[in-house]
Nanobody, 128 residues
Framework: QVQLVESGGGLVQGGGSLRLSCAAS????????MGWFRQGPGKEREFVAA????????NYADSVKGRFTVSRDNVKNTVSLQMNSLKPEDTAAYYC?????????????????????WGQGTQVTVSS
């Protein structure tokens, strides 16, 4: 079982940057495919970025491509989301998610329903 803890959210001006971090429990001996999702009030949870087991492959939503970068440190069991050039439309609660099985090195998942574990979420608010 994987426990995820997110941090790094906050209030930032448009054009600014934030770095979100997702830490997996010590129980996890190896990494799994991970993803970042976001959900605004009254909106459905949407895909933001995904990374494969060892970071060999990444995937981004068109809305964040070129601005956001997902990375991982499998030694520390952490996954990060570097968010640059933030826009007001990026405002949402951001969630880290993990698969419960170690898929192949190049497999990423973009559907919320494909993930087995979720963090508590961290709020990102981008002002105009």
């Amino acid at each position: 079982q994987v426990q995820l803890v997110e941090s790094g959210g906050g209030l930032v001006q448009g054009g600014g940057s934030l770095r979100l971090s997702c830490a997996a429990s010590r129980r996890t001996s190896s990494s799994y495919p991970m993803g970042w999702f976001r959900q605004g009030p009254g909106k459905e949870r949407e895909f933001v970025a995904a990374i494969s087991t060892y970071g060999d492959a990444t995937n981004y939503a068109d809305s964040v491509k070129g601005r956001f970068t997902v990375s991982r440190d499998n030694v520390k069991n952490t996954v990060s989301l570097q968010m640059n050039s933030l826009k007001p439309e990026d405002t949402a609660a951001y969630y880290c998610a993990a698969k419960g099985r170690p898929y192949s090195s190049f497999t990423t998942f973009t559907s919320p329903g494909s993930y087995d574990y979720w963090g508590q979420g961290t709020q990102v608010t981008v002002s105009s």
